[in-house]
């Protein structure tokens, strides 16, 4: 084997071995790259994820919102329906007062006719 021959071979082995480590080298590029897409795509899906979650819990609130609306509206209603209620004890003590004092008022009224009639007849026979 002459010089030239060896420097050919070695050349040539030289060059087998840098296009063998550009072959890997694109490989492992077209790997990373379609890791790469596999990561975005899956970060777009769960970015999609995340707004569809942002959605709910932003209907979730609106329908916590929308309930503690519906409970101050009946907590308000149940504090008016108390003060009406009060108001009917107080009406009715107070038929029950004026019973009393009807029934008073009878008694006192049947009381003084009959004095009226015993002064009749007091001042009849005098």
């Known amino acids: 084997m002459s010089a030239g021959e060896a420097v050919a071979t070695t050349?040539?082995?030289?060059?087998?071995?840098?296009?063998?480590?550009?072959?890997?080298?694109?490989?492992?590029?077209q790997a990373a790259l379609s890791h790469v897409d596999r990561l975005t795509r899956e970060?777009?899906?769960?970015?999609?994820?995340?707004?569809?979650?942002e959605r709910v819990l932003?209907?979730?609130?609106?329908?916590i919102s929308r309930l503690n609306d519906r409970q101050d509206e009946k907590d308000r209603r149940i504090v008016a329906l108390q003060?009406?209620?009060?108001?009917?004890?107080?009406?009715q003590a107070?038929?029950?007062?004026?019973?009393?004092?009807?029934?008073?008022?009878?008694?006192?009224k049947e009381r003084l006719a009959k004095l009226f009639l015993l002064?009749?007849?007091?001042?009849?026979?005098a």
Request: aromatic share 8%.
């Open 119 to 125: 002064y009749e007849e007091a001042t009849k026979g």
């Open 83 to 91: 003060a009406l209620e009060d108001d009917v004890k107080a009406v």
């Open 94 to 108: 107070y038929k029950d007062r004026i019973s009393e004092l009807e029934a008073a008022y009878a008694q006192e």
């Open 11 to 29: 050349d040539a082995d030289r060059l087998a071995k840098l296009w063998d480590a550009y072959r890997v080298q694109e490989e492992e590029l």
């Open 43 to 53: 970060l777009e899906g769960r970015g999609q994820t995340v707004a569809q979650r």
């Open 58 to 63: 932003a209907e979730k609130d609106a329908e």
